[in-house]
């Protein structure tokens, strides 16, 4: 997966790339996501959508089947592209923040939780490197059945290492700068 993360006036542009699909969103530091794209040809999915106030509106393809729904959420900012922006997400005065997350299998929203899990030093690439970790869970109830932790680079919060729950398995992804 290629993650490309470039900024402007308007915000910050991230765009993932990896096995076919594409997902761009535009972020907006203390706003979050006000826009988003998934196009993956090999689900049939070529999705677009807008943030106004409390309501996520989502058109074009789901799985072959066109779509347009309305989801309400609350004030909490939308985040969906997990691991670059996470000083934008969770400043270093903030050691927790809800977000909502759009699954983009179903179109169900979910509430969300980043929280500072603490200080490692990490072995990336042959070189020790020194990073904060953050933990993803769930909001609410759920929050010790699902966990998804990403570790990043004290200096400019860069993204270094991930490791996700996903299809049964583990993922894990080194970034190497």
């Given at each position: 997966m ?10 910050m ?6 096995g ?8 907006v ?39 347009t ?12 592209i997990?691991?670059?922006g ?5 400043s ?6 809800e977000?909502?997350?759009l ?45 998804a932790?990403?570790?990043y ?6 993204l270094?290492f ?11 992804t080194?970034i190497?700068?």
């Amino acid at each position: 997966m290629e993650l490309e993360v470039s900024r402007s006036a308007e915000g910050m542009k991230v765009t993932s790339e990896g096995g076919g699909r594409s997902e761009e969103s535009l972020w907006v530091p203390g706003r979050g996501i006000l826009s988003w794209r998934l196009t993956d040809p090999a689900t049939g999915s070529d999705l677009r959508a807008e943030r106004t106030g409390d309501r996520i509106r989502v058109m074009g393809r789901l799985k072959g089947t066109e779509v347009t729904r309305e989801l309400r959420i609350d004030t909490a900012p939308w985040y969906q592209i997990f691991g670059p922006g996470i000083g934008d997400l969770l400043s270093s005065d903030s050691g927790r923040m809800e977000f909502w997350v759009l699954n983009p299998d179903d179109l169900a929203t979910h509430k969300m939780l980043a929280r500072r899990a603490g200080a490692e030093r990490l072995e990336i690439a042959g070189t020790q490197v020194d990073t904060f970790k953050i933990h993803f869970s769930p909001a609410g109830a759920l929050a010790p059945f699902w966990g998804a932790d990403f570790w990043y680079r004290p200096s400019d919060s860069a993204l270094l290492f991930s490791r996700l729950p996903e299809n049964g398995g583990l993922t894990i992804t080194t970034i190497i700068w």
